[in-house]
């Protein structure tokens, strides 16, 4: 017999004969009950899933929560918590052992609380002050001057020195290129 059986069983019926057929359907029998025994046995050794803990009421209504349900509830990366609490913005942890750490969850809620109500404090026309540096981009649509341009300029002393920003950036200071504008321009009316 064929050991490619499904090929067979796929055939056209009409141009078998009875005892290969009845073959067929003796193999597909045993195949079928072969896969239900399989099935059976992972289904036997499969591991149980195990019921979620009760949640219990902890004393006073408080709970302790570990650093990724932090970051998870804040939407915050781990180094940012650690900013903002050295900073003075955001709860500090609480010491459990002396290799564990834990926040009080009923602060980290008032924590959320106060991010909301500071953005709906904050007027429409509220917004926050224009950085005293301009990037790259900005740079290139005040100016007309691409990129390569402006770096040029610079090498030749006829174009403002970009400033290093923070966290791998550089930018011009705004009045800087302000007043080379205004020079090569004129003033403004």
């Known amino acids: 017999m064929s050991t490619d059986m499904l090929d ?23 195949e079928i009950t072969r896969l239900r025994r399989e099935d059976a046995h992972r289904q ?30 804040v939407g915050l990366k781990t180094s940012s918590v650690y900013r903002l609490i050295s900073l003075g913005k955001f709860p500090k942890q609480v010491k459990l052992s002396e290799r564990t750490a834990a926040w009080i969850e009923s602060e980290i809620e008032t924590f959320m ?8 404090q ?8 224009p950085s005293p540096y301009m990037r790259m ?5 005040r100016t007309g001057f691409s990129s390569s341009k ?3 300029l610079v090498r030749e002393g006829s174009f403002p020195k970009w400033a290093d920003l923070p966290k ?22």
């Open 122 to 129: 904050r007027l429409p026309d509220d917004s926050p002050a």
């Open 168 to 189: 791998i950036a550089s930018g011009w200071h705004r009045s800087e290129i302000e007043r080379w504008i205004e020079v090569r321009t004129g003033p403004r009316l």
């Open 8 to 30: 067979l069983l796929r055939l056209d019926p009409g141009t078998r004969t009875f005892g290969q057929l009845l073959q067929e359907r003796e193999w597909a029998c045993g």
């Open 150 to 152: 402006i770096y040029h």
């Open 113 to 120: 609380a106060s991010r909301i109500e500071e953005r709906d």
């Open 137 to 141: 981009g900005e740079v290139m649509k």
């Open 44 to 73: 036997r050794s499969a591991p149980k899933p195990q019921p979620a803990p009760a949640e219990f009421e902890s004393p006073r209504g408080l709970r302790y929560v570990r650093l990724r349900e932090v970051c998870q509830r």
